[in-house]
Nanobody, 116 residues
Framework: QVQLVESGGGLVQPGGSLRLSCAASGFTFSSVGMRWYRQAPGKERELVAFITSGVGSTNYRDSVKGRFTISRDNAKNTVYLQMNSLKPEDTAVYYC?????????WGQGTQVTVSS
């Protein structure tokens, strides 16, 4: 079965950095695009970044462009989200997502808190 396990969240000061990881299993990782979403308290879940299969083209929401970088290691079945210059408004639970065989799969999420 499809499994996504996120890690790497935590508490960081404004301007700091974190690297999130999402270990995937149960599907052909290298053949599908991968997404990172986030959900802040009282807000809807929003797409943060996307990376395609193959050459690994990337796309980001405007508010994180130039600060966040999504990448993937197909040998490790893992997708990453490097987050730099973090701001308090980046505080949220971050989720890994894959669409596989017409179904959506989510990890359990990892909490990122940006606060002084």
């Amino acid at each position: 079965q499809v499994q996504l396990v996120e890690s790497g969240g935590g508490l960081v000061q404004p301007g700091g950095s974190l690297r999130l990881s999402c270990a995937a299993s149960g599907f052909t990782f290298s053949s599908v695009g991968m997404r990172w979403y986030r959900q802040a308290p009282g807000k809807e879940r929003e797409l943060v970044a996307f990376i395609t299969s193959g050459v690994g083209s990337t796309n980001y929401r405007d508010s994180v462009k130039g600060r966040f970088t999504i990448s993937r290691d197909n040998a490790k079945n893992t997708v990453y989200l490097q987050m730099n210059s973090l701001k308090p408004e980046d505080t949220a639970v971050y989720y890994c997502n894959v669409q596989w065989l017409r179904a959506d799969y989510w990890g359990q999420g990892t909490q990122v808190t940006v606060s002084s």
